[in-house]
């Protein structure tokens, strides 16, 4: 028992800082669940229909919590997703419940939204979860993987090769779609968070191809804003300091835009 929780805890250590490409606004309003018989997701993790460069095409997988995992040894009285990374480039995630946090066996479902802009190729998710409340993993080492593919409006269909690592290119770039455009945020771009995770502060580095004022806002994970501040953003490099304040551990997202599009990153907090 001992091994199994060294195990999942060294896997959730390595992967703790990866970015989640999160839409923000988890809640009922999101999709609507089904009830599965089996846990897992539906479609199956290499039946998804492919997602069109170009076109604004929603995205809904449904799932079914697990009941045990680590070969049975461990009871999941609660499971949080943290980050889903590694989604096609204008592709975000939100699910149907405010905390993304789901009980033993509950059913649940994830939506994806945003216009695809994109390599042609499959994506194999990476999906980092919280167990328990206090073990960090990453899914697939429970054997729980997704891929997601993306191709070329008119091009055909190719399927997917489960065998393949996080990137499988088909061949060819995106078409059809303006990155400018059809990113989640149009004026924000590489966006850093240093350091992260924050003790008492944080700098946040970012690049605008527009001047004007935008908002900055963080949430922790259920939902609610903790932190609001409107900036005079240039275009070109732009730094803002971020102070925690009276802020709890704990994982937050922090996001900027101008209230028409916006970008969000993951900014843990230590103890």
């Known amino acids: 028992m001992k091994k199994i929780i060294f195990t ?9 800082n990866a970015d989640a490409q999160y839409c923000g606004n988890s809640g009922a309003s999101v999709c609507d669940s089904v009830v599965l018989t089996l846990p897992g997701f539906s479609p199956s993790r290499d039946s998804l229909p492919p997602l069109v460069n170009g076109l604004d095409s929603p995205t809904i997988l449904y799932f079914k919590n697990y009941d045990k995992v680590a ?3 461990i009871t999941v009285s609660s499971l949080r997703i943290d980050t889903i990374d590694n989604l096609p480039s ?3 995630w939100s699910s149907n419940l405010s905390n993304n946090t789901f009980a033993n066996q509950q059913n649940g479902c994830i939506k994806l939204s945003g216009i695809a802009c994109a390599p042609p190729g499959q994506y194999k998710l ?8 206090a073990l960090t993993v990453d899914a697939e ?3 729980l993987k997704y891929f997601l593919r993306v191709k070329n409006d008119g091009d055909a269909d190719i399927a997917v090769d489960t065998l393949q690592g996080a990137f499988f290119a088909y061949g060819g770039g995106p078409t059809g779609c303006n990155t400018a455009i059809n990113e989640p945020t149009s004026s924000i771009t590489t966006l850093r968070v240093t350091p992260n995770p924050m003790n008492t502060k944080t700098q946040v580095n970012f690049f605008s191809v527009k001047s004007g004022v935008m908002t900055e806002r963080m949430t922790n994970m259920l939902g609610s804003e903790v932190y609001r501040k409107q900036i005079d953003v240039k275009t070109g490099n732009n730094v803002s300091q971020i102070n ?3 802020l709890s551990p704990g994982i ?12 969000t990153k993951r900014i843990v907090i230590s103890e």
């Open 141 to 143: 080492s429970q054997g």
């Open 90 to 92: 204008g592709v975000c």
């Open 8 to 16: 999942l805890l060294s896997v959730g250590l390595f992967f703790a």
């Open 244 to 246: 925690r304040n009276d």
């Open 252 to 263: 937050y997202f922090y996001s900027i835009g101008d209230g028409k599009t916006n970008i």
């Open 126 to 133: 990476r999906i980092i979860i919280t167990l328990n409340g």
């Open 71 to 73: 070969n049975g040894a």
